[in-house]
């Protein structure tokens, strides 16, 4: 059976480093309050000149020179992000003509922080399916353009960044010693809108809007939802925790990535943790996590990798993919 494999992976964040002591000087918080709820200690906010699409542009380029290929050999891009560059076109197509291919097809995701596991998935599909044989995934976020910089209970949360995964068709024995996308599972349920959420959009504002969130009623929800996910994609496979190597969490809040890890059985060396260093970059969170870990050498080729997130809407969703 054909299989989605990992080729290449790369990430870009912003120049601008605000730590926890910066935002002291812009709201009423601290730097223990933060560290305490969340694990944030730093964040990336994206300056004059750097959007979601030249953060994705660098992310993709990084990811092709990781996989020693040009944009010449992708069939397909698609980008997960809540945060584009216009309404329309699709941030995309803005790198697929940044990367300077004009053949092929590009399209953007919008699942919130669930967003990069949708992108995955959806490449998978195409992959599967042989309507693509290599497909450049990009996460890819400026959240601080949709922050509202008073509002202290969110505006310290997030950070700006992109990630990028080059998957390639390669064939497999349809076993889960393959390596590649071994199963992907996705939820959402709309139920949950009010929880978190943007207060404008074209259709009805005509404005951006910022980000709104009940933090309590977000904290509530995603540990059950995340080991929802986690656990079907271990009975898809016959696996379970002690065949995982590594769990890349979304990386919004530490308690959520400790609390999940726990429910599940997953021993905390086990999990990627980023959230101290990027804070919460939505879709480019997992892909970024993916390059730090496999940049530095702990995740390795072959070793079983559980990818997983939950995002507005409520969405959520997990990805079992062999390095």
Known sequence: MIRSVVRGFGAALPKRVVTNRDMEGIVETSDEWIIQRTGIRQRYIAGEGETTASLGEQAARAALDNAGLTSADIDMIIVATSTPDNTFPATAVNIQNRLGMHHGFAFDVQAVCTGFVYAVTTADAYIRGGLARRVLVIGAETFSRILDWEDR???????????????????????????????????????????????????????????????????????????????????????????????????????????????LGIPLEKVVVTVDQHGNTSAASIPLALAVAAGDGRIKKGDLVMLEAMGGGFTWGAVLVRW
């Open 153 to 263: 209970t969110t505006c310290v949360l997030f950070g700006d960044g992109a990630g990028a995964l080059v998957l390639e068709a390669a064939e497999g024995e349809g076993t889960i010693a393959d390596r590649g996308v071994l199963t992907s599972h996705l939820r959402s349920d709309g139920a949950h809108r009010d929880k978190l959420y943007v207060d404008g959009g074209p259709s009805t504002t005509g404005t951006v809007g910022h980000l709104r969130m009940e933090g309590r009623e977000v904290f509530k929800h995603a540990v059950g939802m995340i080991t929802d996910v986690i656990d079907a994609a271990f009975q898809a496979t016959g696996t379970g925790p002690d065949d995982l190597d590594w769990l890349v969490p979304h990386q919004a809040n530490r308690r959520i990535i400790d609390g999940s890890a726990k429910k």
